[in-house]
């Protein structure tokens, strides 16, 4: 079956008509991409991109990666699906191999087709090894669109499908340059993080089943809290019961840099982690991995799902860590995430809307304000970047409550040369718009 040629307008008419209306595109011209090929994508009209988004974070290791695809490509001919009910030799490989590049202890996994799914699914573990039912999360957070995901979800434009799973209290992120108390770290004491007592005090039963964070936030704004921040939650968590989950559907599979798992950069072992998007580089999967101890408490109890581990998700993900290895991308994540850091606040030196330049690896964020003073959100600013940007072959992303921090999650399979364009990109796009706003 040949793919159908349809331009933009016939796509959107029929998007209109058969789509959900809450779908959403970017872009003020929403982009028709046809073709991916590592860090570039391809539109309808053969224009090359640099993806620096990596489709929502997704593609880790590189769009349609050659190491990867001739062995999907022979298990879609082969075998594409059976289900765990039957025995199938990849899943087994793969949950071995994945459990080699866990923390200390993680070694049991559940394969599922989504980051919401394994969220949930940690949340039922936690539940049913403790005993308990209540959670905390973050503020800012996001964990995914089922209903207990978005329960943890710490962010109003995200949370609209009352009632919520009851029993969740959402902790003051480590987000410094927005701090709730209007204080300074270090001398703050790290006041957001010891909240999490008096919230489990006041707010909750007393007992927790557990606490769910991304490591850093991703569609928060990439909130990227102080070194102590986890450490700190951690154990008032543990002191009150509860496991520590960390949601690392964006930070995993080495983005953050030189470690595989962003929770690492914290000096932390979370109970269990959940995963999806850079784990299957493009295809439905998602894991959760723990303990035997945690993962004991599910047994006697069915859980089922009819398409996670299929035997061509799993070929993908097997794909995704052997290349992770042979090509060092979380080393590489390292390399050009300090190049681009070094390269943005350049940036913020020459131009006024950058308030924050933050992150770790290929997991950053550009934080855009009208005024550095008053730190007021520059969201339209944000939207007419991203455009702008887009006209130079430069693909960003958005984030934050008020949309107006740029977020630059590339592949992390990409070089010098990208980071330079990257960096042009942004620096041409924002003397557009300095200079329309000073005409
Ligand atoms: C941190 C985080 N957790 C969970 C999810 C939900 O994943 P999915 O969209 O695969 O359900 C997302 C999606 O963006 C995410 O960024």
């Known amino acids: 079956m040949k793919e159908k040629k349809l331009s933009a307008a016939e796509i959107k008419k029929l998007r209109e008509e058969y789509l959900l209306p809450s779908t959403m595109t970017y872009f003020?011209?929403?982009?028709?991409?046809?073709?991916?090929?590592?860090?570039?994508?391809?539109?309808?009209?053969?224009?090359?991109?640099?993806?620096?988004?990596?489709?929502?974070?997704?593609?880790?290791?590189?769009?349609?990666?050659?190491?990867?695809?001739?062995?999907?490509?022979?298990?879609v001919k082969t075998l594409q699906h059976m289900t765990t009910l039957y025995f199938h030799p990849t899943i087994a490989i793969y949950a071995q191999k994945l459990a080699g590049v866990m923390p200390k202890g993680l070694k049991?996994?559940?394969?599922?087709?989504?980051?919401?799914?394994?969220?949930?699914?940690?949340?039922?573990?936690?539940?049913?090894?403790?005993?308990?039912?209540?959670?905390?999360?973050?503020?800012?957070?996001?964990?995914?669109?089922?209903?207990?995901?978005?329960?943890?979800?710490?962010?109003?434009?995200?949370?609209?499908?009352?009632?919520?799973?009851?029993?969740?209290?959402?902790?003051?992120?480590?987000?410094?340059?927005?701090?709730p108390y209007r204080i300074t770290y270090p001398s703050c004491d790290l006041v957001c993080a010891r909240q999490a007592e008096e919230i489990i005090k006041y707010s909750t039963s007393g007992k927790i089943a557990g606490f769910i964070a991304e490591p850093i936030q991703g569609f928060g704004g990439v909130v990227c809290p102080p070194k102590e921040y986890f450490g700190i939650v951690y154990e008032i968590v543990r002191k009150y019961g509860g496991l520590c989950i960390a949601d690392?559907?964006?930070?995993?599979?080495?983005?953050?840099g030189d470690r595989m798992w962003g929770i690492e950069q914290w000096g932390c072992v979370p109970d269990i982690i959940a995963m999806a998007k850079g784990i299957g580089n493009g295809v439905p999967l998602g894991a959760v991995t723990t303990t035997r101890a945690i993962a004991e408490s599910m047994r006697g109890k069915v859980h089922f799902n009819t398409y996670g581990g299929n035997p061509v998700s799993m070929t993908q993900g097997l794909g995704v860590l052997e290349v992770i290895e042979k090509y060092n991308y979380a080393h590489n994540a390292k390399v050009m995430g300090n190049a681009l850091i070094k390269g943005l606040k350049?940036?913020?030196?020459?131009?006024?809307?950058?308030?924050?330049?933050?992150?770790?690896g290929l997991m950053l964020g550009v934080e855009l304000v009208r005024d550095r003073a008053t730190k007021e959100p520059a969201p339209k600013e944000t939207l007419k970047i991203m455009d702008l940007c887009k006209e130079r072959g430069v693909l960003l992303g958005k984030g934050a409550m008020a949309g107006n921090v740029i977020r630059i999650k590339p592949p992390l399979c990409i070089t010098g040369a990208d980071v330079d364009h990257i960096l042009k990109a942004l620096d041409e796009s924002l003397t557009v718009i300095e200079n329309a706003d000073k005409a």
Not at 136 to 147: I, K, V
């Open 108 to 179: 049991v996994s559940f394969f599922t087709n989504s980051g919401c799914e394994a969220n949930e699914l940690a949340a039922i573990l936690a539940k049913n090894h403790t005993g308990q039912s209540e959670f905390l999360a973050l503020r800012h957070s996001f964990h995914g669109r089922t209903l207990m995901a978005m329960s943890l979800t710490g962010q109003s434009a995200w949370r609209h499908s009352l009632p919520y799973v009851f029993g969740v209290s959402h902790v003051p992120a480590g987000y410094c340059y927005r701090c």
């Open 248 to 256: 690392e559907v964006q930070t995993g599979f080495g983005r953050t």
């Open 28 to 75: 003020s011209s929403p982009l028709t991409i046809v073709r991916g090929e590592m860090q570039y994508v391809f539109d309808d009209g053969g224009k090359k991109y640099l993806d620096a988004f990596g489709a929502v974070v997704t593609i880790s290791v590189g769009h349609c990666h050659p190491d990867i695809i001739p062995a999907v490509v022979e298990q």
């Open 346 to 360: 350049a940036l913020q030196e020459k131009h006024r809307l950058i308030g924050e330049v933050r992150g770790m």
